[in-house]
């Protein structure tokens, strides 16, 4: 019988995710909590950056700001509809919709990420400007 995933997960039990535009630590994933139904992480935009216009097939999102400010892209009918998101603002996106996020702050903005199914953490693993962090280190600049 394989060994069951983690149920209790803090920071430095994960790696993080480095980009030139913030940093991502995949809380629950199905190479952490054995998940097979969603992941969950923690995207940290640094100031004027983000995440720009993508899509995940087959594969629904939801972002929930914890903090800072921004600016929300989700395309809607072919057309892109942008609206500022701050703290409490949760934004649903379906399966294979284009999207994008951008911190329009001055300081970082922290936002949960839940991808359903799980699959796109791991496609972000692989992206040339992708550095990983093991679990335990500090992220450096």
């Given amino acids: 019988m394989a060994e069951p995933g983690k149920r209790f997960v803090e920071p430095h039990d994960v790696e993080t995710q480095v980009f030139d535009w913030g940093t991502i ?9 054995h998940t097979d139904r969603f992941s969950m992480g923690v995207v940290i935009l640094e100031p004027g950056k983000g995440h720009t216009r993508h899509n995940h ?7 929930y700001i914890i903090s800072g400010q921004g600016v929300q892209m989700v395309e809607v009918d072919g057309k892109e509809e942008r609206q500022t998101v701050s703290a409490g603002t949760m934004v649903h996106i379906p399966a294979d919709v284009y999207h994008e996020t951008v911190n329009t702050g001055w300081e970082p903005m922290k936002v949960v990420a839940i991808y359903c199914p799980p699959g796109p953490e791991a496609f972000l693993r ?10 335990g280190e ?4």
């Fill in 25 to 33: 630590k995949w809380y629950s994933e199905p190479r952490v909590t």
């Fill in 57 to 63: 097939p087959g594969v629904e999102e939801i972002l």
């Fill in 126 to 135: 692989t992206l040339p400007g992708c550095r990983i962090v093991p679990a």
């Fill in 138 to 141: 500090l992220p450096t600049k």
